[in-house]
């Protein structure tokens, strides 16, 4: 007997990371293409990232313009996607400070911990653990985008961090959807 096909849209951890992108960007349109580039993904891996995004209604179009929803995205990112999407840390590597490591939460939270969380990158500058990204171009496209990494660290400590640093980066992405 056959199983039925499942037809139900699921968000991929690369769709957050267009979103924010897409979020970060305000008004500057880009191509697929140069989203493509600057987030090191396909122009296909965005396309469908923003088809599943619309499906999901985080983001829509008005007059072939791609807009994101906003009060949406934000409730997603605050209270819904660290669920979705969990933190998933591994082995000490090289790699890219994320989480309270990274800026701005590096610059108020003191940690005692000597493993700091990284994302692995072999251009890593720090030796810490493993911090897997929602994305692997991550540590790629934050380094084009210092917003863009600031952003996606913050949501790194929302999904993996201690509750100081939760709350922390609760407040410091809520003011990024104004």
Do not use: C
């Amino acid at each position: 007997m056959k199983r039925p096909i499942n037809s139900q849209v699921v968000l991929k951890p690369q769709d957050l990371v267009v979103l924010l992108k897409l979020l970060l960007l305000g008004d500057q349109r880009r191509s697929f293409a140069e989203l493509a580039a600057e987030l090191s993904m396909s122009a296909s891996e965005v396309h469908g990232s923003l088809n599943r995004a619309i499906a999901a209604r985080l983001a829509y179009q008005v007059d072939g313009r791609l807009r994101v929803s906003k009060a949406a995205l934000k409730e997603f990112v605050l209270h819904g996607a660290k669920y979705a999407f969990p933190a998933t840390f591994g082995v000490p590597t090289r790699g890219m400070p994320t989480a309270y490591a990274a800026p701005p939460l590096s610059a108020v939270i003191v940690h005692s911990s000597s493993e700091l969380p990284v994302w692995p990158s072999p251009d890593g500058e720090e030796r810490g653990i493993s911090f897997y990204p929602l994305y692997p171009t991550v540590p790629q496209a934050a380094r084009k985008d210092a917003v863009l990494y600031e952003t996606l660290a913050l949501f790194d400590a929302l999904r993996g961090g201690a509750a100081r640093e939760r709350n922390m980066a609760a407040k410091l992405l809520e003011a990024r959807f104004t």
